[in-house]
């Protein structure tokens, strides 16, 4: 259950992050061509490894579910916890995103 | 067509989703509070106490009790207590005539003793799951209508999905604090986030009525004998003909451990017993679905009841029922555990969010023309139902649990004044949205769900032994958690109340700031 949500919350947080708009919004700045195609990369990169880690975990069938569970809880979270703690977002992401390969290990 | 594409879509989205809206979000609410419909029941009927479980033993106690009480029923159906649900129960029917259907009997034994439990009356969780798709009303016209919007939900997804035309590009997008924008940002982002949930729940509830959606499919192979259809998709455990002749039935609890040994896992859900005075009677053994998220339309053992020889056992499911199974399975959850559970009910209210913000825009819209704050006659219709379909049902819910502990145990057919009691405030709720304006209405409702909701552990407190204390310290995490979520409840409603009547001040503020200049210029004028 935690490996799938980290991944999945941190796919979201880069893939936020890879639209101009957001990106000015919470760093100040536009990001560079380069920049913003490794984090729109990277954010799907997640969204898989969490599919992937779900599958692993649970079977295909229960993956599934679990898989779509954790994309449509943390994609809510972000979006109703972003106009109040954007910042807040931002931590939670690096952390989820560091904490992920540990949870891996312990899960897997 | 004179518009584009999309704006037909839009007209259909608008127009489906208000007529429909009030009646979806009434579908949406109860469908979500049913998913804690065992979890309900038991705090709605406290008496029965959370016992360990062991099913040898309550297989036994229940066959003592129906050899006692219903010797000379035609049918016994035994369902064996699980983690949900601590009740054992069992149900007879009556032997009647050739021709007629016999009555059927239901009673809630303990587990442990098989003694029969005393409980008041109360149709518990139940009712929210049956209101939720067959909307009180007489069979089939309820089913029907559910359906009906089930369909009208389906394409207003479909729809909405069209006429969003950022639908990637806001994906992340949710502005508050910013009136008419931020309810259509909620409803953009709840409809999108959520999108898997409200498609797979509205495509699966069309499964679960395709009979009723799609009957040509059927009437086509078997014209308008549709029972046949019945029968072959579903066959019924066998049900023996009694020969006349009296016959001994065996122990029951030893066949618990045989059927088992016919499946990989799992455990038995429920046995019925055919006959069981007679010479042929007949033992099936259910299998409990729970562990399994395609739903199963009945896996059974089944056994002769005299001499014990195996008679059957249900072959696996061809592929297309397994599929249609699945979809039913995750409409129904019951696969979900207690974690899996809660996550049900937050989409479920997700859902309800997107209907209820639906409506909510669709008068804002049109109510910003009115600045003076009088609407006319449609529009002040649509804030009423508004009203009345969304704070009113939220009061109504709070009422039925308050009758629960509150109407006298004593009184008769009180199961149904707990049901009375519902739409009576549901009644109330509507006279009230018309007799009050349109705020007010809003912030009283909103506040009296709000203290109903919040003063529930309170009276369970006061009303039964049951209380937080008591269930936190016995470990009875169901009626501690139940009176736990009505307190969170409460306080949320509390919030959007604060939230509606402080949102009236701003617009009043405003309304006097804008109408100040406008006297001012009549005076230089």
């Known amino acids: 259950m935690l490996l799938p949500l980290l991944l999945c919350y941190g796919g979201f947080a880069a893939l936020y992050l890879s639209m101009d708009r957001h990106h000015r919004d919470l760093l100040g700045s536009t990001p560079s061509a380069r920049r913003r195609q490794g984090l729109k990369v990277g954010g799907w990169l997640l969204q898989v490894l969490a599919l992937g880690a779900a599958v692993a975990l649970k079977g295909w069938a229960m993956g599934l579910v679990l898989w779509s569970a954790v994309l449509m809880f943390s994609g809510l979270f972000m979006v109703l916890l972003l106009p109040y703690r954007p910042r807040l977002v931002l931590a939670l992401a690096g952390v989820s995103v560091l904490l992920s390969p540990i949870a891996a290990f312990t899960q897997l | ?525």
Request: charged letters at 15%; hydrophobic letters at 50%.
């Open chain 2, 1 to 525: 067509m004179k518009d584009g594409f999309r704006q037909s879509m839009a007209w259909l989205h608008t127009w489906l989703g208000l007529t429909f809206g009030w009646l979806l979000f009434a579908i949406f609410l109860t469908g979500t509070l049913a998913y804690f419909k065992d979890e309900t029941s038991h705090w709605m009927q406290p008496e029965m106490s959370v016992r360990p479980l062991d099913p040898q033993a309550s297989v036994t106690g229940a066959q003592a009790y129906l050899q006692k009480n219903a010797a000379d029923a035609s049918r016994w159906f035994i369902s064996l207590p699980d983690a949900r649900e601590p009740a054992l129960s069992v149900m007879w029917q009556a032997a009647a005539k050739p021709g007629e259907r016999g009555k059927f009997v239901e009673k809630l034994l303990d587990p442990q003793t098989g003694e029969e439990v005393q409980t008041r009356a109360s149709s518990g969780g139940e009712f929210f799951y049956r209101f939720h798709f067959q909307l009180q009303m007489p069979h089939p016209w309820g089913r029907i209508l559910a359906t009906l919007a089930a369909l009208v939900m389906f394409i207003g997804l479909i729809t909405g999905i069209i006429t969003h035309k950022k639908i990637f590009k806001d994906f992340f997008t949710f502005r508050p604090r910013k009136g008419q924008r931020s309810w259509l940002d909620g409803h953009n982002a709840v409809g999108v986030l959520v999108l898997p949930f409200h498609l797979m729940i509205t495509y699966s509830s069309l499964i679960i009525f395709m009979s009723l959606v799609m009957p040509a499919s059927i009437i086509a192979s078997y014209g308008k004998d549709t029972q046949t259809f019945f029968k072959e998709v579903f066959p019924a455990s066998d049900t023996a003909t009694p020969t006349g002749q009296p016959g001994h039935l065996l122990p029951l609890a030893p066949f618990l451990e045989q059927a088992r040994q016919h499946w990989t896992d799992g455990r038995v859900g429920r046995l019925t017993v055919n006959n069981p005075a007679d010479v042929n009677s007949s033992i099936n053994v259910f299998r409990d679905g729970a562990d399994k998220i395609a739903h199963d339309f009945g896996s059974a053992v089944s056994f002769n009841g005299t001499t014990g020889q195996l008679l059957g056992v249900t072959p696996e499911q061809p592929l297309p029922m397994a599929i249609g199974g699945s979809f039913y399975g995750l409409h129904m959850g019951h696969f979900a555990g207690p974690m899996w559970r809660w996550v049900y009910f937050i989409f479920g209210l997700a859902s309800t969010a997107l209907i209820g913000t639906g409506l909510v825009i669709w008068l804002g819209k049109r109510a910003l023309k009115h600045v003076n704050g009088v609407l006319p006659f449609e529009l002040r219709l649509v804030q009423v139902l508004n009203i009345a379909s969304m704070s009113g049902l939220v009061v109504a819910v709070a009422v039925f649990f308050w009758a629960n502990r509150l109407l006298p145990l004593g009184l008769a057919e009180r199961a149904d004044w707990e049901v009375k009691s519902f739409f009576i405030a549901w009644g109330l709720g509507l006279l009230h949205a018309v007799l009050r304006p349109g705020r007010k209405a809003w912030v009283e409702q909103l506040g009296l769900a709000a203290l109903l909701f919040a003063a529930v552990p309170l009276l369970n407190a006061l009303t039964t032994p049951y209380h937080l204390a008591n269930s936190l310290a016995q470990g009875d995490w169901v009626m501690a958690g139940f009176d736990l979520t009505c307190l969170g409840s409460g306080l949320f409603l509390a919030w959007a109340a604060w939230k509606m009547q402080r949102s009236g001040h701003a617009v009043a503020s405003t309304q006097k700031q804008r109408a100040a200049p406008i006297s001012l210029k009549q005076e230089l004028n």
